[in-house]
């Protein structure tokens, strides 16, 4: 699977819009691009995920830049809650480059909320 | 819609012990994961069941660790025995059937995770 590189972490201001950034320069046509967290003591949940286009949903949005070798994810209003390590994952079609489906995570950034 | 379920959710043991976790994905869901995380890492997978067969184990330590999912439905995870470095919480995730030629446009959901502490 293709890697991709986050920032350790970020800090933001309650109420704040949060910019959270994920490069994934080796990124082949028919990877999408997904963004799970992980709140303290919990399993990680399913944020927001995309192809080509911004997506938008109840919880964030999701801005792919034009040649996909980026994205970034957007908490519109950060609140204390959304405290958690956010991990940006690709996931390619079943199959290729031996693919099983499973989720490959990486380090992640942590993102402390401070109010 | 009941998420997937784990337990226990925590569990202490001593070294060269063993110990079980049980997880029930989400109905229908026919992909089950389970997942080591080590404090300060992100989750390792260490297998993957499709209904009750094995799609990736590559990652599973089969000298200590055992997995089976003999229903399709219920899985268990097994550590037998245990050492210091198995202290980790131990996640499992399903998904709906995944098959050859599928986009990845699915979510997966997980469960709270087992803690475990080998001492």
């Known amino acids: 699977d293709a890697k991709t590189t986050q920032p350790n972490s970020m800090e933001s201001n309650e109420e704040e819009p949060v910019h959270l950034p994920c490069n994934h320069s080796?990124?082949?046509?028919?990877?999408?691009i997904h963004w799970y967290r992980q709140l303290p003591s919990q399993g990680p949940e399913y944020v927001i995920h995309?192809?080509?286009s911004n997506v938008n949903n109840r919880m964030a949005s999701l801005a792919i830049a034009e040649d996909r070798k980026s994205s970034t994810l957007i908490l519109h209003r950060a609140t204390l809650r959304d405290a958690a390590v956010y991990y940006c994952?690709?996931?390619?079609?079943?199959?290729?480059?031996?693919?099983?489906?499973?989720?490959?995570f990486g380090q992640g950034t942590t993102l402390q909320v401070k109010p | 819609e009941a998420g997937v379920a784990q337990s226990p959710r925590y569990k202490i043991i001593e070294k060269r012990q063993s110990v079980a976790f049980w997880c029930n994905p989400i109905?229908?869901?026919?992909?089950l994961y389970w997942y080591q995380q080590i404090l300060g890492q992100g989750p390792k997978l260490l297998i993957q069941?499709?209904?009750?067969?094995?799609?990736?184990d590559s990652q599973l330590p089969k000298d200590r660790f055992s997995a089976e999912r003999l229903k399709g439905v219920d899985s268990t995870l097994k550590i037998q025995p245990a050492k210091l470095e198995d202290s980790a919480v131990y996640l499992c995730?399903?998904?709906?059937?995944?098959?050859?030629?599928?986009?990845?446009?699915?979510?997966?959901?997980f469960g709270q995770g087992t803690r475990l502490t080998v001492v």
């Open positions: 995730a399903s998904t709906l059937r995944i098959s050859p030629g599928q986009v990845m446009n699915t979510e997966a959901f």
């Open positions: 080796t990124i082949s046509g028919t990877d999408y």
């Open positions: 995309g192809l080509t």
């Open positions: 994952i690709l996931r390619d079609v079943i199959g290729r480059s031996s693919n099983t489906g499973k989720l490959i």
């Open positions: 109905s229908g869901h026919a992909t």
């Open positions: 069941f499709q209904n009750n067969g094995v799609v990736d």
